[in-house]
């Protein structure tokens, strides 16, 4: 078989003879390494990133529906945890027990148990302010990589109706 | 001191297919720095726009308490909290949100029967709050894109719908007791009477002379 001459494979024994330095063959599988780190590491940046965005958005989402449940709860026997069910239900793929929720009534606070979230709503005029401030822990791994620890919040009110 | 010999270099690189696998790539981390730039420019728009969203739906609905008895209160409430700097609700990561049309824009719903409404007559039930952010852009601004302004509305009214309607029979004790005096009655002095008359009237003023439906009855008739 006619071979241009740059396309020749060589024959075993000079390869076998040649250095191992002075060797082109593995050139491209060594670049394709370094290249594919850096695709690799921009992807699952890309990756990661959207699933925070997503997180922070649900959050946010999250604080309005508990600000809005926590807004229609006076008289309710159940203020509190009528409002976390609505927070829960607005953010399905958060992990619900790593959501640090403070909810207030009017300045008084109305976390823990309902007893306290009645309470906290008292016997006070329409014009009290109902008010979640959720935050949710995010770890930045990147390809096993630790980044950064964060966590990231939002606050949302609401009128008393 | 060695001379450095261009044309020898220049020729060794035109004959050099090593590292052809690094331009390629250099030229397509341009596009994928880029794509994932663009991804968080796009990202930033949508949380915005979430918290837009959020905050005018916050803001009609404080509005809305008071959109049929007090106009002024209610526009003050619904810009209390909206997502408006330095609001109860105010959105984070835009350079500025403003409210088209500069402020909540009170309506009136022919729509809605409770409370009833004629339009042109100063007086609404409904409440419409527009937000308008200004989020600026840090990578796609070198394709031109320089800001995206995301917008969220959201429409409220004070009790919505159509009221359902009530059918009360009232039955109106005639006997001759209903003379005596009535101790319990808040009109100090009444009889039993009208003590009762005082009720029943008390009871049709808060019922809706468009859809509730009365029927009365004295006994012994």
């Given at each position: ?161 | ?119 042109g007559s100063g007086k609404y039930n409904g409440i419409v709050v527009t937000q308008e952010a200004r989020v ?86």
């Amino acid at each position: 078989m006619n071979w241009p001459a740059k396309m020749r494979p060589r024959a075993p024994s000079a390869r076998r003879s040649s250095s191992i330095s002075g060797d082109e063959n593995g050139a491209t599988a060594v670049e394709f390494a370094l290249v594919l780190l850096v695709t690799a590491l921009l992807l699952f940046g890309i990756i990661k990133f959207g699933l925070v965005l997503n997180n922070q958005i649900q959050l946010t989402h999250a604080a309005s529906a508990a600000a809005r449940q926590l807004s229609i709860s006076r008289g309710s026997a159940t203020p509190y945890s009528s409002t976390i069910a609505a927070m829960r239900n607005a953010a399905p793929t958060l992990k619900s027990t790593d959501i640090t929720t403070t909810l207030t009534v009017g300045g008084a606070a109305c976390t823990g148990d309902d007893q306290t979230c009645r309470d906290a709503f008292g016997t006070g005029t329409t014009t009290v302010q109902a008010q979640a401030v959720l935050r949710y822990p995010c770890n930045l791994n990147v390809l096993f990589i630790r980044v950064a620890n964060c966590s990231f919040g939002t606050t949302a009110a609401a009128l008393v109706q | 001191m060695r001379r450095l010999n261009i044309a020898g270099l220049a020729a060794g690189f035109r004959r050099a297919d090593g590292g052809v696998m690094a331009p390629i790539f250099a030229l397509s981390l341009v596009i994928l720095v880029g794509m994932a730039g663009a991804a968080m420019d796009v990202g930033r728009v949508m949380w915005v726009k979430r918290q837009l969203q959020s905050s005018a739906d916050a803001a009609v609905l404080a509005g809305t308490l008071s959109v049929a008895s007090n106009s002024s209160a209610a526009t003050t409430a619904a810009n209390d909290y909206s997502g408006l700097s330095g609001k109860k609700n105010t959105v984070l990561g835009a350079t500025s949100v403003t409210m088209v049309g500069g402020a909540p824009q009170l309506k009136c719903f022919s729509s809605v029967k409770v409370p009833a409404c004629t339009p042109g007559s100063g007086k609404y039930n409904g409440i419409v709050v527009t937000q308008e952010a200004r989020v600026p852009m840090y990578f796609l601004r070198v394709v031109g894109v320089t800001e995206m302004t995301p917008r969220a509305t959201a429409t409220a009214s004070a009790r919505g719908g159509s009221g359902r309607s009530l059918d009360v029979m009232v039955v109106l004790d005639a006997t001759a007791s209903m003379n005596n005096l009535d101790p319990n009655c808040s009109i100090a002095g009444a009889s039993k009477m009208e003590c009762a008359k005082a009720g029943v009237r008390a009871l049709l003023q808060g019922l809706n002379a468009n859809l509730d439906r009365v029927g009365f009855m004295v006994f012994p008739g």
